[in-house]
């Protein structure tokens, strides 16, 4: 049995968790043709055991029950395999979970829209299915977690046993912790680990990762916290640790973010410095996402989606279609 990883969300914590129960109920469209798989549920900024009980996953009319287990905090749990109706064109997974300190919004592109009894959806992390095929991390910020180049994308991928996992999340730092104070507000979010904690947790909970494609900086650079010396260091270090465990690495060029709030022409200059030691020191494992999206220092304006950071459909369609043929 050959355990792979074909879809999976990052998490972040929450600061003050709900005491209270959550059903998490989540519709995926079907991800490939498979006849069976298993979910890896983490537990990965929470510092209390989390309970998950009454897990079902259904597909047509084959419905899989798990019975109750916990995650310590830091720790992952693999389930037992199991059982899917091949012909399902969506799989429903459902399950209670308590408490919510460690979990991910519901928004994905593989989700079917559903009302649900929480917002918060705690504990699962990824989905494997006993599949040769090969896993590939999409690890970044805000730009990856959208969703808009990684969807394009995961969808030629899959047709080939690629998957593609989008495991951005929205403020998070190469160069630290994207949160340091943890305030009582409920709403306030833990938008992740530094980008070495969050590559070395992507390859100890996927499986058969074949690539780890690495975007990250846009929010170093704006909160003025970026420099190149920094830069190369940090990326360097993940590159190493990339090759000391046998996976190839994916770099890409900062994207241009003139106009977003924070952002100046020194900021900028630093930007341009560092695509240019991109472009010249790592030409065979570089995408230029900026050359793809940028004219005159500024996201064009068709791919903008309108703060002048963050890629529209348009935008994303364009880098995706423009590094499709990377991966055959």
């Not at 009454?54 to 995650?71: K, R, W």
């Not at 649900?116 to 991390?137: N, W």
């Not at 999340?169 to 992740?192: A, P, W």
């Not at 989606?305 to 459909?313: I, W």
């Given at each position: ?15 003050n968790?709900?005491e ?16 069976q ?102 690890l970044?910020?805000?730009?990856t ?12 991928l ?48 996927h ?19 970026l ?5 190369q ?5 993940l ?90």
């Amino acid at each position: 049995m050959v355990w792979t990883t074909i879809w999976s969300h990052a998490q972040r914590g929450i600061a003050n968790y709900s005491e209270g129960n959550g059903t998490v109920d989540l519709s995926f469209k079907q991800i490939l043709p498979v006849e069976q798989i298993r979910l890896v549920f983490a537990n990965e900024y929470g510092h209390q055991r989390q309970l998950i009980e009454a897990l079902t996953v259904q597909s047509n009319e084959l419905i899989e029950q798990i019975g109750a287990f916990s995650v310590d905090p830091g720790k992952y749990h693999y389930t037992p395999a199991i059982l899917i109706d091949s012909e399902a064109a969506k799989w429903k997974i459902k399950f209670e979970a308590k408490p919510m300190e460690s979990g991910y919004a519901f928004n994905d592109a593989d989700f079917l829209p559903i009302k649900g009894h929480t917002d918060f959806c705690t504990g699962l992390l990824a989905i494997e299915a006993d599949i040769e095929g090969e896993c590939l991390i999409a690890l970044g910020d805000s730009l990856t977690e959208g969703a808009t180049w990684t969807a394009p994308l995961q969808r030629k991928l899959r047709l080939n046993n690629l998957f593609l996992v989008n495991q951005g999340i929205n403020g998070s730092f190469l160069l630290k912790d994207s949160s340091d104070d943890q305030s009582t507000d409920k709403n306030q979010l833990f938008y992740g680990h530094d980008s070495f904690t969050r590559l070395k947790r992507c390859l100890e909970s996927h499986h058969n990762v074949k690539k780890v494609i690495i975007f990250f900086g846009a929010n170093d650079l704006i909160h003025g916290e970026l420099d190149l010396k920094h830069f190369q260091l940090a990326v360097q270090r993940l590159i190493d640790y990339c090759v000391e465990r046998g996976v190839d690495y994916q770099l890409c060029t900062l994207t241009p973010c003139l106009g977003y709030p924070g952002m100046d022409t020194t900021k900028e200059t630093v930007r341009q410095t560092i695509n240019q030691w991109l472009r010249e020191n790592n030409e065979q494992k570089l995408w230029d996402f900026a050359a793809i999206v940028e004219e005159n220092g500024r996201l064009i304006s068709n791919c903008d989606s309108g703060d002048h950071l963050h890629f529209n459909a348009i935008g994303g369609l364009m880098i995706a279609r423009q590094i499709v043929s990377d991966f055959f």
